[in-house]
């Protein structure tokens, strides 16, 4: 029987997170404002209002990746950036990214099963050591998350990576699929675990406003195009393909001082797309916006259907 969004936020809670009030993962987080201006290859690639070369204003947040909203910035976990674009017409269409180059499993499931292991305990070893006979494509995922996992040394200077393929489609109708990168204008930089025992529980978003007292902080928004032999339903999967070209420059310039404020509710959505621009197969993707709105009825008491809403320039959920 198919895994629901129900199923994976009780296997979030399982695990530690999912509190509420919260997102049900990445709770602890920070909304800023910016702009984003694409490059004259973007246009090439796909035809979406926001990547013909105008200036755009973006929404853009940083997050640590658990469910714990109290979660000290030096533990170690994935942290995530998600980008929202405001398009000429008053729509919005959404990136989501992370520290992981990978997702952990192919589909919905593996991911559920995973979390079910990962429940604290002394029976915990017993279970990921089950798991592993009978999932052994998720050892792989071990050393992502690892390496995922560190600890950065500022939310400015690490890479963030799509989990998932999207086709693009240009002005001549031409199409390939790609995978999002953000990477740091400032370089990569992470701390040794000794070095962050003394940072303060909230380092990285004090550190990022300071930074940003200094000037805008940049990422180089590229793109990945698969090869053909690089699979665009499995997020698991790495791509063999090299090809990659920069899009575009999102610039971070303040904090965002307006959303998020008594009801209004922030929802990145990576399915919420727009012309030019069109979701893979990938099943994890899809099932991403069904706990979306699990995730928002976790956060608000109010039953959203099946689906999440779109949201436009108002963001009504």
């Known amino acids: 029987m198919p895994v629901t969004p129900d199923d994976a936020i009780a296997a979030i809670r399982g695990a530690g997170g999912a509190c509420p009030g919260y997102r049900a993962l990445h709770a602890k987080g920070t909304l800023y404002r910016g702009t984003f201006t694409a490059t004259p290859d973007a246009a090439r690639l796909s035809r979406a209002r926001h990547l013909d070369g105008t200036p755009v204003p973006t929404l853009v947040r940083f997050s640590n990746g658990s469910g714990n909203p109290a979660q000290p910035d030096a533990a170690q976990g994935v942290r995530g950036l998600a980008v929202k674009f405001s398009l000429p017409d008053g729509s ?114 004090d550190e990022l406003n300071s930074r940003l007292g200094n000037g805008p902080v940049r990422f180089d928004f590229r793109v990945r195009i698969a090869g053909p032999n690089d699979s665009t339903v499995d997020p698991s999967a790495p791509w063999r393909s090299d090809d990659t070209v920069s899009v575009g420059t999102i610039e971070i310039t303040g904090l965002d001082t307006e959303r998020e404020h008594g009801g209004d509710i922030v929802v990145f959505d990576p399915m919420r797309v727009t012309d030019g621009i069109e979701p893979s197969e990938d099943p994890v993707l899809h099932f991403r916006t069904l706990a979306y709105s699990a995730s928002v009825k976790l956060r608000t008491g109010v039953d959203l259907g099946a689906q999440a809403p779109d949201a436009g320039s108002s963001e009504p959920i």
Do not use: C
């Open 92 to 205: 919005t269409t959404d990136v989501s990214t992370q520290t992981a180059r990978l997702f952990a499993a192919s589909g919905p499931d593996g991911f559920v099963d995973l979390l079910k292991a990962l429940r604290p305990g002394p029976a915990m070893p017993f279970r990921l050591a089950r798991l592993f006979a009978t999932r052994p494509a998720l050892l792989r995922a071990l050393p992502v998350l690892a390496a995922a996992g560190k600890i950065p040394a500022s939310y400015a200077t690490i890479e963030y990576h799509g989990l998932h393929a999207f086709r693009w489609i240009a002005a001549d109708g031409s199409a390939r699929f790609v995978r999002y990168h953000l990477i740091p204008a400032a370089g990569v930089e992470h701390l040794a675990r000794p070095a962050s025992r003394n940072k303060d529980r909230d380092f990285l978003t």
